[in-house]
Protein backbone atom coordinates (compact mmCIF):
# COMPACT_ATOMS: atom_id res chain seq x y z
CA UNK A 1 0.00 0.00 0.00
CA UNK A 2 1.31 3.55 -0.87
CA UNK A 3 -0.56 6.75 -0.30
CA UNK A 4 -0.51 9.73 -1.95
CA UNK A 5 1.85 12.74 -1.48
CA UNK A 6 0.01 15.94 -0.70
CA UNK A 7 -2.24 17.02 -3.73
CA UNK A 8 -2.14 20.88 -4.11
CA UNK A 9 -0.28 22.04 -1.33
CA UNK A 10 3.14 24.26 -1.79
CA UNK A 11 6.45 21.99 -2.07
CA UNK A 12 4.17 18.71 -1.82
CA UNK A 13 3.16 16.84 -5.16
CA UNK A 14 5.28 17.88 -8.19
CA UNK A 15 7.93 19.27 -6.50
CA UNK A 16 11.46 17.85 -5.74
CA UNK A 17 11.86 18.81 -2.18
CA UNK A 18 11.27 15.70 0.35
CA UNK A 19 7.96 16.82 1.22
CA UNK A 20 6.93 16.12 -2.62
CA UNK A 21 9.34 13.02 -3.24
CA UNK A 22 8.66 10.94 0.00
CA UNK A 23 5.63 8.79 0.27
CA UNK A 24 4.26 6.60 2.30
CA UNK A 25 4.22 2.81 1.72
CA UNK A 26 3.69 -0.46 3.81
CA UNK A 27 4.52 -3.91 2.59
CA UNK A 28 3.10 -6.95 3.50
CA UNK A 29 5.65 -10.26 2.97
CA UNK A 30 3.96 -13.57 2.59
CA UNK A 31 3.75 -15.34 6.08
CA UNK A 32 4.20 -11.84 7.81
CA UNK A 33 7.63 -12.15 7.21
CA UNK A 34 9.63 -8.79 8.92
CA UNK A 35 6.58 -7.73 10.13
CA UNK A 36 6.61 -4.72 12.12
CA UNK A 37 10.06 -4.04 10.68
CA UNK A 38 11.28 -0.64 8.91
CA UNK A 39 13.78 0.13 5.63
CA UNK A 40 15.37 2.80 4.68
CA UNK A 41 16.21 1.88 1.51
CA UNK A 42 15.73 4.10 -1.88
CA UNK A 43 12.82 2.72 -3.45
CA UNK A 44 11.27 4.70 -6.41
CA UNK A 45 8.20 4.20 -8.52
CA UNK A 46 9.68 2.81 -11.07
CA UNK A 47 10.82 -0.03 -8.96
CA UNK A 48 7.59 -1.41 -8.11
CA UNK A 49 6.60 -3.30 -11.57
CA UNK A 50 10.06 -5.17 -11.68
CA UNK A 51 9.46 -5.55 -7.57
CA UNK A 52 5.92 -7.32 -7.74
CA UNK A 53 7.48 -9.62 -10.25
CA UNK A 54 9.70 -10.82 -8.41
CA UNK A 55 8.12 -11.17 -5.31
CA UNK A 56 5.52 -13.58 -7.66
CA UNK A 57 8.48 -15.46 -8.15
CA UNK A 58 8.52 -13.87 -11.89
CA UNK A 59 12.03 -12.42 -13.34
CA UNK A 60 11.77 -9.20 -14.34
CA UNK A 61 12.34 -8.63 -18.35
CA UNK A 62 15.53 -7.26 -18.68
CA UNK A 63 13.59 -4.11 -20.80
CA UNK A 64 11.61 -3.18 -17.66
CA UNK A 65 12.88 -0.12 -16.06
CA UNK A 66 13.21 -0.15 -12.03
CA UNK A 67 14.98 -2.90 -10.12
CA UNK A 68 12.97 -5.50 -7.67
CA UNK A 69 13.90 -4.51 -4.49
CA UNK A 70 12.53 -7.89 -2.68
CA UNK A 71 11.38 -11.39 -3.54
CA UNK A 72 13.40 -14.24 -5.68
CA UNK A 73 15.00 -11.31 -7.97
CA UNK A 74 15.97 -8.79 -5.42
CA UNK A 75 19.00 -7.01 -6.34
CA UNK A 76 21.74 -7.60 -3.79
CA UNK A 77 23.61 -3.77 -4.42
CA UNK A 78 21.29 -1.54 -3.39
CA UNK A 79 20.67 2.35 -5.24
CA UNK A 80 22.69 4.61 -3.48
CA UNK A 81 21.31 7.36 -5.42
CA UNK A 82 17.44 8.00 -6.44
CA UNK A 83 16.86 10.64 -9.54
CA UNK A 84 14.02 13.19 -9.42
CA UNK A 85 12.23 14.46 -12.49
CA UNK A 86 9.32 17.26 -12.54
CA UNK A 87 7.95 18.48 -16.27
CA UNK A 88 4.32 19.26 -16.20
CA UNK A 89 1.97 21.00 -13.57
CA UNK A 90 -1.50 20.84 -15.78
CA UNK A 91 -1.08 23.15 -18.38
CA UNK A 92 2.45 24.57 -17.24
CA UNK A 93 5.62 23.11 -18.24
CA UNK A 94 8.49 23.48 -16.29
CA UNK A 95 12.05 21.49 -16.19
CA UNK A 96 13.54 20.48 -12.86
CA UNK A 97 15.84 17.69 -12.29
CA UNK A 98 16.88 16.38 -8.80
CA UNK A 99 19.92 13.72 -7.50
CA UNK A 100 19.72 12.48 -3.68
CA UNK A 101 21.98 10.36 -2.00
CA UNK A 102 21.26 9.66 1.93
CA UNK A 103 22.54 12.69 3.18
CA UNK A 104 22.49 15.65 0.07
CA UNK A 105 20.05 16.66 -2.18
CA UNK A 106 21.04 18.36 -5.54
CA UNK A 107 18.20 19.89 -7.37
CA UNK A 108 18.45 22.33 -10.63
CA UNK A 109 16.25 24.50 -12.43
CA UNK A 110 16.26 25.05 -16.32
CA UNK A 111 14.29 27.86 -16.29
CA UNK A 112 14.91 30.62 -13.49
CA UNK A 113 12.24 32.99 -14.37
CA UNK A 114 9.63 30.57 -13.06
CA UNK A 115 8.27 30.40 -9.77
CA UNK A 116 8.42 27.04 -7.79
CA UNK A 117 4.71 27.98 -7.33
CA UNK A 118 3.75 27.94 -11.09
CA UNK A 119 -0.47 29.18 -11.51
CA UNK A 120 -1.58 25.41 -11.29
CA UNK A 121 -5.64 26.54 -11.72
CA UNK A 122 -6.80 23.74 -9.86
CA UNK A 123 -4.54 24.87 -6.65
CA UNK A 124 -5.24 28.61 -7.38
CA UNK A 125 -8.78 28.05 -6.46
CA UNK A 126 -7.98 26.48 -2.91
CA UNK A 127 -8.77 29.33 -0.14
CA UNK A 128 -5.22 27.96 1.31
CA UNK A 129 -3.52 28.96 -1.83
CA UNK A 130 -5.12 32.19 -2.07
CA UNK A 131 -4.93 33.03 1.36
CA UNK A 132 -1.22 32.82 1.24
CA UNK A 133 -0.73 34.39 -2.20
CA UNK A 134 -2.40 37.32 -0.65
CA UNK A 135 -0.52 37.09 2.74
CA UNK A 136 2.87 37.20 0.09
CA UNK A 137 1.78 39.89 -1.80
CA UNK A 138 1.07 41.89 1.30
CA UNK A 139 4.67 41.35 2.67
CA UNK A 140 3.29 39.14 5.83
CA UNK A 141 5.00 36.00 5.17
CA UNK A 142 8.70 35.21 6.63
CA UNK A 143 11.39 34.75 4.26
CA UNK A 144 11.10 30.36 4.51
CA UNK A 145 7.53 30.74 3.82
CA UNK A 146 7.85 33.34 1.10
CA UNK A 147 10.64 31.25 -0.78
CA UNK A 148 8.05 28.97 -2.73
CA UNK A 149 6.08 32.05 -3.81
CA UNK A 150 8.73 33.95 -5.24
CA UNK A 151 8.29 34.84 -9.14
CA UNK A 152 11.74 33.07 -9.45
CA UNK A 153 13.93 30.61 -8.36
CA UNK A 154 17.47 29.33 -7.91
CA UNK A 155 19.17 27.68 -11.18
CA UNK A 156 20.67 25.00 -8.14
CA UNK A 157 19.80 24.03 -4.46
CA UNK A 158 21.76 22.02 -2.97
CA UNK A 159 20.87 20.76 0.86
CA UNK A 160 22.22 18.65 4.10
CA UNK A 161 19.24 16.82 4.51
CA UNK A 162 20.83 15.58 7.65
CA UNK A 163 21.22 19.01 8.98
CA UNK A 164 18.35 20.97 6.94
CA UNK A 165 15.68 17.65 6.67
CA UNK A 166 13.21 20.48 5.43
CA UNK A 167 15.46 22.10 2.87
CA UNK A 168 15.32 25.67 3.67
CA UNK A 169 19.27 26.66 3.57
CA UNK A 170 20.57 26.21 0.20
Known amino acids: FYGDHGGPFPRHKRALYETGTKVPMVIKFPGNANAGASDDRFISFIDLAP ?19 FGKYEVVEKPKYTFHTSDRFDGVYDRLRAVRSKRYKYMKSFDTTLSHALPVKYREQMPMMRELSRLYAAGELNENQARWLHPTKPAEELYDLQKDPYELNN
Open 51 to 69: TVLSLSGIEPPMVMQGIAQ
